[in-house]
């Protein structure tokens, strides 16, 4: 099985490449990782050091590069995206370029090479995106754009499908690891609603999850998991033992609460204790 990972350089393609190599009965022939950062690529090859193990630079933006990476593909996990939520508020059209146009260079290039199943990588902010939120909205996009991929990729065609989670607990760029660096400088991190909550996701159930939706899926689904959730404010407590906290207010572009389908909402999700939190931390 050859595999390629788009954006794999991430936190989730650390994930997936570690368990792939680890695992000697997946008849794995090779991983490819697309991206765009040769000092994450070169420091992923030192970590793994396999012969597995391959690396292109370059862009889903650009089909020719994606479709080169795809030589000899069979499975592709499309990762690659912008996530930062701010990021993509004030970069709307290279957010549009990234999630949306590039996802579908992702799909062209698979039906042209052969490949036989695409998965999707998208996020809780897909379900009902608020106007303010572009990566919301362009993960929404990309989704449908697998689910219509699928629908009409006739007897030859990949079969597409997503998996939809929210940020995997001490991904990059996530809340975790960005209050652990203001309190290792002496600071203590700001609250922008205590009240806010946000699902919980390890990495390693990350990667059973989308590993799992790849053996699952038929085509035109898309895989939501049942998570439990923390409240921020406990989060906060968690991290710093402190009960008062600076409230900054939530931003416009943020929801209160996420939802990753109709009736799975994470303010009615299992709510993890403050214990429960720190034994994660």
């Known amino acids: 099985m050859n595999i390629l990972i788009t954006g794999g350089t991430g936190t989730l393609g650390h994930g997936l490449v570690e368990r792939l190599l680890s695992d000697d009965k997946n008849g794995l022939s090779r991983i490819c990782i697309l991206s765009r950062s040769e000092k994450d690529q070169a420091a992923m090859a030192r970590k793994f050091a396999s012969d597995k193990l391959r690396f292109f ?7 020719r590069r994606v479709y080169r990476a795809m030589r000899g593909i069979e499975v592709v996990i499309h990762a690659a ?5 701010e990021t993509c508020l004030y970069n709307p059209d290279e957010c549009y370029e990234t999630n949306v146009e590039g996802s579908r260079n992702v799909l062209e290039a698979a039906t042209d090479r ?6 999707l990588i998208s996020t809780d902010k897909a379900f009902d995106p608020l106007n303010e939120n572009p990566y919301g909205l362009s993960k929404a996009m990309a989704e449908r754009l697998f689910c219509s991929w699928d629908a009409t990729r006739g007897s030859s065609g990949p079969m597409c499908s997503g998996v939809r989670y929210g940020n ?8 975790v690891p960005e209050w652990r660096a203001v309190i290792a400088g002496g600071g203590v991190p ?10 919980f996701m390890l990495l390693s159930e990350a990667v059973d999850f989308v590993l799992g939706a790849l053996k699952e899926m038929r085509g035109g689904e898309i895989f939501v998991p049942n998570l439990p959730a923390y409240r921020l404010g406990d989060l906060f407590k968690a991290m710093t033992g402190f009960e008062a906290y600076a409230k900054t207010g939530l931003p416009s572009h943020e929801k209160l609460h996420e ?12 709510r993890m204790s403050i214990e429960e939190i720190r034994g994660h931390l």
């Not at 630079?57 to 089909?63: A, L, N, Q, T």
């Not at 995206?81 to 939520?85: D, M, Q, T, V, Y």
């Not at 995997?168 to 809340?175: F, I, N, T």
């Open 57 to 63: 630079i370059g862009d889903v933006r650009s089909y």
């Open 259 to 270: 939802s990753m389908e109709k009736g799975n909402c994470s303010k009615d999700a299992r």
């Open 190 to 199: 700001y609250v922008t609603e205590p009240e806010c909550t946000r699902f």
């Open 168 to 175: 995997v607990w001490c991904s990059a760029g996530s809340v």
């Open 114 to 119: 052969g490949v036989k199943k695409v998965v």
């Open 81 to 85: 995206a912008l996530k930062r939520i």
